[in-house]
């Protein structure tokens, strides 16, 4: 059959677009889908008639191109001296390579985004239309019937043209739908899963199925909140452009300009990137030389090109450069890790109480440890996936030189192949290492709560219940880690087999080109060397894009939390507070945690300097959130707090907070030795004035009782010691502190009565000369306060002293009542019964104590055991 002859500048147009096609649809595809992620453009679920359509036509389209091929392979294999014309391989190979990623995805029922798509429609319906016309202007008259070349390429451009009316129709009829698929997201969550997999949260002891499966849901939804704020972000920024330039504010702390040390090693870094470029492609290219030289000239020693590929060789390991650009890294890692984690430090620490009270910890902790990954992902992109861009094309370019550029596409179908099989296995192995993350939490989870909960399991005696219920756990945690590996491991040996099958065929090819186009020796070895830089770049592809997605969700974490603001912090123009006589007035307050709960009602009091006010009133009152308010946790909703006449809002924090002195509800110690716990009230009190000041708290006996006095560690919480103990050390901090103003809350409800004693003379020693406010239940502890204030829900009901209030006969009158006398009487039976019918209804279990029989059933039961 003839060959296109045409007229000259016909044949010359129609070779050069078919030199061209492929790799400019390529580009089109490529920038205009990079184009739309970035623009948020949405994807589309294209209705099922036109889908149906386009499946049919793209399928064509591939099935033109490969029966082409196919026609000149068989020519080239009956006809001896026939060669199949380098531009039309060059044309279908090509055209093969772009149409099948894009037909995979059409046939693929997931929503698109459809632009690039026509875009590309466009451009293959003008290609293929033009060269088929070409084509046939080539032909002789007689022949052009009879072309088998030319009606494939007739039926293409039909179904070219045919594929861009079906995406015309598609793009102007087009409905929007959300994706619902991880993967169709790109980086983003999934919102659906989020509301849709609602955990229950297991009790404690909870069975292992329930449990398990919560904590998976739970690892799923891990990260969906702070994904919900990224594509929310991402929406307001308008593309990823605008989302990615957000994290520009950590740059100065990544990289400081003015850090020359940082600023050497990033060249150094620089200078590795573009010499690893080099020597990547002239070490194989060096041992190709010498192999030509030595097939040529058996008698000399290639000296100088032997020592010239030992030098690239060693200039690109870790005894050359590499090793300084490691150090480099390393540095640049430490110092970014440094200020970054400082950063984010400084900033929770500072965060007021609203947010520490109002957060899961464990994720703030997260945001904090995990404030490197913004170094990582700068690194990544960077350091590794651009350079690894670079790499590709030069192995392209490079592996054509060598040979010709049907190696190249060998080599681009693999890739593609390649990348494709490892972006599936990750994906298809991410639901099994979620499983296994949620079991390795449950089981790190047992032996926590275990542990804390030793004495509770004591005393139930469930220890061989809890070693079971670890054990299962463990065995579970393997299970699903054997499934993850499996199925991740899936990915590599189809990869690896891949990569082999790529490679002999590639070397097979390289030989037949030595053979008979008279490639050299050389190039085959310089090939096989330069293998592994085209695998390499490969494999960081294929698993980079999950990475990058966790890494940008970390990254996300902390830019949130150092977006939170603090609501408590120091208006402008914040003046020291200054205590004189520490007189506190309490003027009109308002406040509510929530605004659809009023907590405090118009709360007004005047204490002048050095009296004592107790709060006193029912449980939930409002009478800690009052020392809140004082200590500035919160600021009023309504009214004011001021201090010797300055409002607290107009004074500096630290200030305010080093004229207060707290002893809180709940004390906390620091797992340290007694006296570092002391000390953290004052950083540079001396031993004797710790001592002074336990004494003053009548813990000094207790204290030096103890093996180790007062180096002793308190233990995990404060565990080691009682809790009388442990209040009387919480107020030896505060006398330590020496405050001018002091709250105490509840300081006294755990100490017995002759402890209560000495304490009440500390408290004399320690209220001499200050304001002091103290929450008590035990009223018998502020009996000498000056001014004792009874609030109710919020309120300010009754105020005075002990006496007056007495005297007075109400809540307070009341409240005393029952302490004082309370105890002694014993409730009456119709309270009893009341108690035990409220709420409770019919009860479940039987209360009577076993009899002997009962003992007879739990030693059989313990028998069986
Ligand atoms: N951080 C918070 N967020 C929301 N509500 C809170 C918060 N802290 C306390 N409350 C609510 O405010 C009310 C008053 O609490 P507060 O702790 O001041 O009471 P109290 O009189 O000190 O009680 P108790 O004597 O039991 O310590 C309660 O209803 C409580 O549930």
């Not at 006449?645 to 797992?671: I, M």
């Amino acid at each position: 059959m003839a060959q296109p002859h045409g007229p000259a500048p016909q044949l010359t147009a129609m070779v050069v677009l078919e030199y061209i096609h492929a790799p400019i649809l390529a580009f089109c595809f490529m920038t205009s889908l990079v184009l739309a992620v970035c623009t948020l453009q949405k994807e589309i679920a294209l209705p099922l008639q036109r889908r149906r359509i386009a499946k049919v036509l793209v399928l064509t389209l591939l099935a033109g191109y490969c029966a082409e091929i196919l026609y000149y392979f068989s020519r080239s294999i009956s006809e001896k001296a026939f060669e199949a014309p380098h531009h039309v391989t060059f044309h279908c190979l090509g055209s093969i390579l772009v149409w099948i990623p894009l037909s995979a995805s059409i046939v693929n029922s997931k929503p698109l985004r459809w632009k690039p798509y026509f875009a590309t429609f466009v451009l293959q319906s003008i290609f293929e239309t033009t060269i088929c016309i070409l084509a046939g202007l080539a032909l002789p008259a007689e022949d052009v019937y009879r072309s088998v070349p030319l009606s494939l390429s007739s039926i293409r451009a039909f179904a070219s043209l045919g594929l861009l009316i079906n995406g015309f129709f598609i793009l102007i009829s087009r409905k929007t739908e959300k994706c619902t698929d991880e993967e169709g997201q790109s980086l983003l969550g999934n919102n659906t899963n989020s509301s849709t997999a609602q955990p229950d949260t297991p009790g404690y002891g909870s069975t292992e199925s329930s449990a398990s499966s919560t904590t998976i849901a739970e690892e799923r939804d891990r990260n969906q909140e702070v994904k919900d704020q990224q594509a929310k972000r991402l929406e307001e920024e308008g593309g990823w452009w605008g989302y990615l330039k957000g994290f520009a504010v950590f740059l100065p702390y990544l990289w400081p300009k003015d850090d020359w040390r940082i600023m050497a090693c990033l060249f150094i870094r620089l200078l590795e990137l573009v010499s690893t470029r080099f020597l990547n492609l002239l070490a194989p290219r060096q041992l190709g030389i010498i192999t030509d030289k030595l097939a040529t000239q058996t008698d000399v020693m290639p000296w100088g090109d032997i020592a010239l590929w030992g030098f690239y060789h060693w200039f690109n390991s870790y005894s050359g450069f590499r090793w300084l650009d490691s150090y480099a890294s390393v540095y640049i890692q430490r110092s970014a890790f440094r200020r970054i984690t400082m950063l984010a430090y400084d900033h929770l620490m500072n965060l007021s109480m609203d947010f520490h009270s109002g957060k899961d910890s464990g994720e703030v902790l997260k945001a904090v440890e995990q404030a490197s990954s913004l170094n990582s992902l700068v690194e990544l992109v960077l350091f590794e996936i651009g350079p690894v861009i670079i790499d590709i094309f030069v192995a392209i370019w490079y592996v054509t030189h060598l040979f010709d550029g049907y190696m190249a596409f060998i080599i681009l179908f693999m890739s593609l192949i390649y990348v494709w099989v490892g972006i599936s296995a990750t994906t298809w192995a991410q639901d099994k290492r979620r499983a296994y993350v949620a079991n390795q939490r449950t089981q790190n989870t047992t032996v926590n709560e275990t542990v804390h909960n030793w004495t509770t399991t004591a005393y139930f005696n469930n220890v061989a219940y809890e070693v079971d219920r670890y054990g299962t756990n463990i065995s579970t945690t393997i299970t699903s880690y054997f499934t993850y590996y499996f199925r991740s491991m899936l990915g590599h040996v189809f990869q690896s087999a891949l990569t082999n099958v790529g490679f002999i065929i590639c070397c097979t090819f390289a030989v037949s080109q030595i053979i008979y186009e008279g490639k050299s020796v050389g190039s085959l070895v310089a090939f096989i060397m330069f293998w592994t830089t085209i695998i390499s770049p490969l494999y960081l592809v294929s698993y980079s894009f999950k990475h990058v997605s966790s890494t940008l969700i970390d990254a996300e974490r902390l830019l949130q939390l150092l977006n939170t603001k603090p609501t408590v912090v120091d208006c402008e123009g914040a003046q020291d507070l200054i205590v004189k006589s520490g007189v506190v007035e309490i003027k009109d307050v308002n406040f509510h945690y929530d605004p659809r709960k009023q907590i405090i009602h118009n709360a007004s009091l005047t204490a002048a300097g050095g009296q004592t006010i107790a709060f006193v009133g029912e449980t939930g009152g409002g009478k800690s959130t009052m020392l809140k308010l004082l200590f500035r946790f919160y600021d009023v909703t309504g009214g004011s707090i001021s201090i010797d006449g300055q409002d607290l809002r107009s004074v500096t924090l630290s200030s305010l907070r080093n004229a207060l002195g707290v002893v809180p509800q709940d004390s906390t110690l620091f797992n340290q030795s007694i006296r570092q716990n002391v000390r953290y009230a004052r950083l540079d009190a001396t031993d004797a004035e710790i001592e002074d000041a336990c004494r003053a708290a009548a813990i000094h006996d207790d204290i030096v009782g103890f093996p180790d006095g007062y180096s002793s560690k308190i233990g995990e919480r404060g565990v080691k010691i009682s809790g009388g103990q442990l209040q009387r050390l919480a107020i030896a901090r505060v006398l330590l502190k020496n405050p001018k103003i002091v709250l105490l809350d509840e300081a006294t409800s755990a100490i017995d009565s002759g402890i209560e004693a000495q304490i009440q003379q500390a408290f004399k020693k320690l209220s001499k000369g200050r304001t002091t406010f103290v929450i008590a239940h035990r009223l018998s502890t502020i009996v000498d306060a000056d001014q004792i204030v009874v609030i109710d829900k919020g309120i300010i009901i009754e105020r005075g002293n002990h006496s007056d209030l007495l005297e007075h006969g109400g809540k307070y009158a009341e409240l005393w009542a029952k302490q004082t006398a309370g105890h002694l009487s014993q409730p009456d039976s119709k309270t009893a019964s009341t108690a035990n019918s409220d709420g409770q209804g019919e009860l479940l279990i039987d209360l009577t104590p076993p009899d002997d029989d009962d003992d007879d059933d739990d030693e059989a039961k313990a028998g069986s055991k």
